[in-house]
């Protein structure tokens, strides 16, 4: 008789690890990412948005001013609306020019009522539904503050300085249609 021997197996617990596809994956997705972020920018336009009246204001009203409200349409363009204190409204209409805002023409009339109220900052838009989000900030950046005027280079004498405060029309723009 044979002795029968056992014959032991003998398995590699060890194995390899195919880490080439996933390093793969890793080298052309890494860079894809970093190249989308660095295009990718975020900006804020500050504007302050119409408080509620609380009953301290109510029971002492502020002394009323002049206030000047912009209305956006893309049918009709811009117009302008200028309420003094003592009432009555003084309307300046910019109509488009060729189906298209007519911002020179904005610019105008902006300028027209800031040297008729030098004492006013601030500026209530009133866009229609229909504007787009980028006409918007095109229509702040032309009623904030004028563009500045192109000083000539000179060697004979100093440069005069421009007083940035004599650059700005209406600062402060309120969007008054917030929520309607």
Not at 1 to 23: K, Q, S
Not at 35 to 64: D, G, H, R, Y
Not at 152 to 173: C, G, M, R, T
Request: charged content about 20%; aromatic content about 6%; cysteine-free.
């Amino acid at each position: 008789m044979r002795m029968r021997t056992r014959r032991t197996r003998t398995t590699d617990a060890t194995f390899e690890l195919n880490l080439a596809p996933f390093l793969d994956i890793i080298v052309s997705v890494v860079p894809m990412l970093l190249l989308s972020v660095a295009f990718v920018q975020i900006k804020m336009i500050e504007s302050p948005t119409p408080q509620v009246v609380n009953q301290s204001q109510m029971k002492n009203p502020p002394k009323p001013e002049t206030t000047v409200t912009l209305k956006v349409s893309k049918a009709n363009g811009f117009t302008f609306e200028v309420t003094p204190p003592k009432g009555g409204v003084k309307r300046i209409a910019v109509a488009n020019k060729n189906g298209a805002f007519d911002m020179s023409g904005l610019l105008v009339a902006a300028e027209q009522i800031k040297a008729e109220h030098p004492e006013i900052s601030s500026l209530q838009l009133l866009p229609d539904n229909d504007v787009s989000f980028d006409d918007l900030v095109h229509v702040m950046d032309q009623v904030r503050q004028k563009p500045s005027p192109v000083v000539q280079a000179s060697f004979d004498s100093d440069p005069v300085p421009i007083d940035p405060s004599k650059l700005q029309l209406f600062p402060n723009v309120i969007f008054a249609n917030v929520g309607s």
